[in-house]
């Protein structure tokens, strides 16, 4: 508190918990998402966050995990355009089970000690700048005359923040208190970055020990808890290939489930014809109901965010017209006017 006086607000309340049933499982079970917004910590952790990822970043830029989504679907899609069609290309599309919610706490801590040791002794640095409005961040002490945005995490406090992160993991949910014992809490600030620790050093040794046995029709991409591989099927049974498809490829417990039909991050990958569709609604309640509470562009905001993803990464370029029409369609028979899409 006395070091960090601005992420601490000592007066918020806990955050609140809200649990989606999931519909692969039948609605049997569910995940609680939770609202850390304004709470005790949000803003210190919100920081933590930024450094931890300027760390990765310098540490392996570009690495598995750390790319944004934009940045995902271009190699997706470079990948897809410089393939030749005689390459049969054999697709692995997995969600790694327990990423937020298994891991033991001091199985994260000792990851982030050995992340944390490798970057000062690699770059030295002990400070980093977070800029909390803009979510940027860079090595070193802020410049002068930076904004009120613009803080200063030390490095060697990132452990003590992590621990008080654990501590902070309080919430309410359905009128009860409750309080989470392992990984991090779904919807922390800090969570994603902080649950991909161990996953990340187990994706780094891989990569170092196999880099040189791959060909070049390979790519692994991972976005938080969603992994998908695409590879030549002449790597089908080579050592490395059995190796990074095995369900317990990552530390225990964090375990890989197979995932069947082909989704990927709201698209439908088919790696033999080299396309990703959208996956248009087919559920009357995945579409905002037309005579709903507020304006027409809040009521039609779901139809142009889809829109949005369609024209951004459907592929090929040629499928994106037609999606858009079919979406439209959609829109229309559950009783959108044509005049706002």
């Known amino acids: 508190h006395k070091t960090y006086p601005w992420g601490i607000k000592s007066k918020a309340p806990l955050p609140r918990g809200t649990v989606f049933l999931k ?56 990948f897809f355009e410089h393939t030749p069609t005689e390459v ?34 690699q770059f030295g640095t002990e400070h980093i700048a977070v800029d909390l409005l803009a979510r940027t961040s860079h090595l070193g002490k802020p410049r002068e005359k930076s904004s009120n945005s613009v803080k200063c995490i030390n490095v060697c406090d990132l452990p003590k923040v992590v621990v008080a992160s654990f501590s902070a993991s309080s919430f309410t949910a359905a009128g009860k208190v409750y309080s989470q014992h392992r990984g991090t809490c779904i919807g922390n600030q800090i969570s994603p970055v902080l649950s991909a620790l161990p996953v990340i050093l187990c994706e780094q040794a891989w990569q170092s020990a ?3 046995m ?11 808890d969603n992994r998908l591989i695409l590879a030549d099927r002449a790597e089908l049974q080579s050592k490395a290939m059995r190796e990074l498809c095995a369900s317990d490829f990552y530390e225990h417990p964090v375990q890989l489930e197979t995932v069947t039909d082909h989704s990927w991050l709201g698209f439908t990958i088919d790696a033999r014809q080299r396309t990703c569709y959208f996956k248009i609604p087919t559920q009357p309640w995945q579409i905002r109901a037309p005579n709903s509470a507020g304006s027409w562009r809040l009521r039609a905001s779901g139809y142009h965010s889809r829109k949005a993803l369609i024209m951004q990464n459907a592929w090929p370029v040629s499928i994106r017209k037609v999606q858009v029409q079919q979406l439209k369609e959609c829109y229309l028979q559950a009783g959108f006017p044509q005049e706002v899409l």
Do not use: C, M
């Open 23 to 78: 519909r692969k499982k039948q609605f049997l079970s569910g995940r609680t998402i939770i609202s850390y917004s304004g709470s005790l910590l949000s803003k210190l952790l919100a920081a933590a966050s930024l450094a931890l990822t300027a760390i990765l970043n310098s540490l392996w830029p570009g690495a598995v995990g750390q790319l944004s989504s934009p940045v995902l679907w271009k190699q997706l899609h470079t």
């Open 214 to 224: 791959l060909s070049n029709y390979f790519l692994f991409l991972r976005y938080v």
């Open 210 to 212: 196999h880099k040189h």
């Open 88 to 121: 049969s290309l054999v697709e692995w599309n997995d969600d790694l089970i327990g990423f937020f919610n298994s891991v033991p706490r001091p199985q994260i801590l000792k990851a982030l000690h050995h992340i944390l040791e490798k970057f000062q002794l």
